[in-house]
């Protein structure tokens, strides 16, 4: 598929992230979408370090840095005081990582959610706390080994996509940068939403995953297409749309790209196969019914 | 009373120290309020709303899961050229506690009002200053006040000394003594509070007009710069109550200033103490007064930054203070005990600091009993460390 880059350029060169970060790449193009007429919130991760250090910001727009565990209670803080000056039209979007979404700033993020505070909120998700250098976070999927689980984590990824889709906002969604007309349609449309919108967008870490300097995007794809990271989109709270429907691959060869599934015994991946099987024919099923989160 | 000042009091209502705080909150325009109840605070915030929803308060009210949210919501709010306000108490001002330091560190000029409860483990909701003492180093002015009165009061002049400074202001009142009693406050006209309280318009704040960014690293260097401005912003606010308070006073007929000295005037000893507890201490030092004892009190309104200078000049010539904390730093004391010791420390004829632990956990202390200390503590050394007594 042909895709037009954005001309206007809202990440500037000279950021701090890691060579063939994936991270860099998805903001370039979700800052490019939602243009300057925009506050970023940013709480520590790896998306601060690319902002940069203050009072210069790799963004051409104002970015507030808040607490790790913050970041949507800020976001509301930052949009009432938008609308109490009149400024409807300027848009808030927070880039947090997974460990500011899934873990330490979930309270405030389902507190906001269930307000349905007016911000996109996008999580830069890479499965851990790949800023401190790889430990485990709820985002984390089961059997990787990181920093904090060195056997491999024992329990599964969490489901934020449901869990934010059951709060019953007017969009949540998950894109990969593997799918870059995808992520921007889907920027796009979020964009042009009121309420609390949630976009999760799976981010390979080349150090976390242990992947080679040029594969991020390539395990961004293979996440995709074999299952493990579907693309689909749950419009307020129902409406499910999967987004790529072909039917998964194994996953074999996706684990074998990453160095954090190193030496998986077959029963675990036999057990992995499983988990991804049954999630997508869940997701199948609510996509082609058009509605229907189960009670 | 003369005439301007009659007129500047629109009317005069019976109302609690918390209905006081919420009209002086909605004299003074906030365009967003964050706040999340917690006993004995949560009449603060259904006065907010009850306004709000009479029309007579037209804020952003944001009511989130957590005190945690309030103080993060309050402070790009703050940095987006918004007035701020919220209330707390207790567990909820601890929780806050990161936040802050956050606060401060961003030059936020929020104003919040804590309500002073017990902080657990046991749980208890006695007036108990420990809560917000807690906070003195995390960059917060901070004031305690006496009466539902100097509540709405300091609330406005608050608002006015924090976007000066450009730092967060906390005004502290004792559970139910001031928050759940009942007085006649007067209330001020709306267009005295407008034309002393000038709309916020800060120099600099986050705006896609002039992008830039606030919160992220910085060099060792220029976070001790941005400590140094703090400091010196600190540096700053006595004068500017005073100059605030000054002008309240012209304006209403009102002033709280900003250390009281009551009935000082030849006193050998003075009583020294923080909210409520004042307003007992001048019976005290009526009665001491009538039975030719030379005893005053000093109130210490402002307690962050320590007014030193202010503090010095109160207790010149007084061989005694007697310090009464409704507060408790395990191991370290009373925390006004300890802290009028370092401010008194070295002055010339230095008077003896005695400090009892006489308020701890709300434990009521009468007249009666305040008029005893003094009289025990009177012409003794005192001791290095703060007494259990009650």
């Known amino acids: 598929m042909k895709f037009d880059l954005k001309q206007d350029a809202m990440l500037c060169s000279g950021h701090a992230a890691c060579p063939g970060c994936i991270d860099a790449l998805a903001a370039r193009h979700i800052l490019a979408t939602m243009g300057p007429d925009t506050m970023a919130v940013i709480p520590p991760s790896c998306m601060a370090i690319i902002a940069g250090p203050q009072p210069m910001s790799s963004l051409r727009i104002p970015v507030y840095q808040p607490t790790l565990e913050s970041s949507a209670a800020a976001a509301t803080g930052l949009r009432r005081a938008l609308n109490a000056q009149g400024k409807h039209d300027t848009q808030v979007l927070v880039l947090a990582g997974d460990g500011g979404t899934y873990d330490i700033g979930f309270q405030c993020l389902s507190s906001a959610a269930e307000r349905n505070e007016d911000f996109l909120y996008v999580c830069l998700d890479n499965e851990g706390y790949m800023n401190t250098g790889a430990q485990k976070s709820s985002s984390t999927p089961h059997f990787a080994r990181t920093g904090s689980?060195?056997?491999?984590?024992?329990?599964?990824?969490?489901?934020?996509?449901?869990?934010?889709?059951?709060?019953?906002?007017?969009?949540?969604?998950?894109?990969?940068?593997?799918?870059?007309?995808?992520?921007?349609?889907?920027?796009?449309?979020?964009?042009?939403?009121?309420?609390?919108?949630?976009?999760?967008?799976?981010?390979?870490?080349?150090?976390?995953w242990g992947l080679p300097d040029d594969a991020g995007l390539q395990a961004a794809r293979y996440a995709v297409e074999r299952g493990a990271f579907p693309l689909y989109e749950v419009e307020d709270g129902t409406r499910y749309t999967l987004n790529v429907t072909a039917k998964p691959r194994p996953v074999a060869d996706y684990l074998a790209l990453q160095r954090r599934y190193?030496?998986?015994?077959?029963?675990?991946?036999?057990?992995?196969?499983?988990?991804?099987?049954?999630?997508?024919?869940?997701?199948?099923?609510r996509s082609a019914a058009g509605a229907a989160v189960p009670a | 009373m003369n005439a301007t000042i009659a007129s500047a009091a629109a009317r005069r209502l019976l109302l609690t120290g918390n209905e006081a705080v919420a009209w002086g909150a909605r004299l003074a325009r906030p365009q967003v309020c964050p706040v999340?109840?917690?006993?004995?605070?949560?009449?603060?915030?259904?006065?907010?709303?009850?306004?709000?929803?009479?029309?007579?308060f037209d804020a952003e009210i944001i009511t989130p899961e957590s005190e945690h949210s309030v103080m993060s919501a309050c402070i790009p709010a703050s940095l987006a050229g918004t007035r701020v306000f919220t209330a707390t108490a207790s567990q909820g001002l601890l929780l806050m506690h990161e936040l802050l330091h956050y606060a401060s560190g961003a030059r936020a000029p929020i104003v919040m009002a804590n309500i002073n409860r017990t902080v657990a483990s046991p749980w208890a909701f006695w007036p108990d200053q420990t809560d917000s003492l807690a906070q003195r180093d995390?960059?917060?002015?901070?004031?305690?006040?006496?009466s539902a009165q100097e509540a709405l009061d300091s609330v406005i002049q608050a608002f006015r000394v924090a976007e000066q400074a450009l730092l967060p202001v906390m005004i502290s009142l004792d559970a139910f003594y001031v928050s759940h009693a009942m007085e006649?406050?007067?209330?001020?006209?709306?267009?005295?509070?407008?034309?002393?309280?000038?709309?916020?318009?800060?120099?600099?704040?986050?705006?896609?007009?002039?992008?830039?960014?606030?919160?992220?690293?910085?060099?060792?260097?220029?976070?001790?710069?941005?400590?140094?401005?703090?400091?010196e912003a600190m540096d700053s606010v006595p004068a500017l109550l005073a100059q605030a308070d000054g002008e309240w006073q012209r304006k209403v007929g009102r002033g709280w200033g900003v250390v009281e000295r009551y009935r000082c005037d030849g006193a050998d000893a003075v009583i020294a103490t923080m909210g409520s507890m004042c307003g007992t201490a001048r019976v005290a030092v009526d009665a001491m007064r009538e039975a030719g004892l030379p005893v005053g009190l000093v109130k210490?309104?402002?307690?962050?930054?320590?007014?030193?200078?202010?503090?010095?000049?109160?207790?010149?010539?007084?061989?005694?203070?007697?310090?009464?904390?409704?507060?408790?730093?395990?191991?370290?004391?009373?925390?006004?005990?300890?802290?009028?010791?370092?401010?008194?420390?070295?002055?010339?004829?230095?008077?003896?600091?005695?400090?009892?632990?006489?308020?701890?956990?709300?434990?009521?202390?009468?007249?009666?009993?305040?008029?005893?200390?003094?009289?025990?503590?009177?012409?003794?050394?005192?001791?290095?460390?703060?007494?259990w007594r009650r």
């Not at chain 2, 999340?36 to 029309?55: D, H, K, M, S, W």
């Open chain 1, 149 to 208: 689980t060195p056997a491999g984590k024992l329990s599964r990824k969490k489901n934020m996509v449901e869990i934010m889709a059951a709060h019953g906002i007017p969009y949540v969604a998950t894109a990969s940068a593997s799918h870059l007309p995808d992520l921007v349609r889907k920027v796009e449309k979020a964009k042009g939403i009121r309420g609390t919108r949630f976009i999760t967008v799976l981010i390979p870490c080349l150090d976390g």
């Open chain 1, 262 to 285: 190193r030496g998986l015994p077959d029963a675990d991946v036999a057990t992995l196969q499983a988990e991804i099987d049954a999630a997508w024919a869940t997701l199948v099923r």
């Open chain 2, 36 to 56: 999340y109840p917690i006993t004995p605070q949560t009449p603060v915030l259904e006065a907010l709303t009850r306004f709000q929803a009479e029309g007579s």
């Open chain 2, 138 to 146: 995390t960059g917060w002015v901070q004031l305690y006040v006496e």
């Open chain 2, 184 to 231: 006649p406050v007067d209330v001020p006209k709306q267009a005295d509070v407008d034309a002393y309280l000038p709309a916020f318009a800060p120099e600099r704040k986050l705006d896609t007009a002039q992008p830039s960014s606030w919160g992220n690293v910085v060099s060792q260097d220029m976070f001790y710069r941005h400590r140094q401005a703090i400091q």
């Open chain 2, 300 to 387: 210490v309104r402002l307690f962050r930054p320590l007014p030193v200078a202010a503090l010095r000049a109160a207790c010149a010539g007084v061989a005694d203070v007697v310090v009464l904390d409704r507060n408790h730093s395990p191991g370290a004391g009373g925390i006004l005990h300890q802290e009028l010791r370092a401010a008194l420390y070295g002055m010339p004829a230095a008077p003896r600091v005695h400090g009892l632990l006489a308020g701890v956990g709300g434990v009521n202390v009468p007249p009666q009993k305040i008029a005893e200390f003094v009289r025990e503590a009177r012409g003794r050394e005192a001791r290095p460390e703060s007494v």
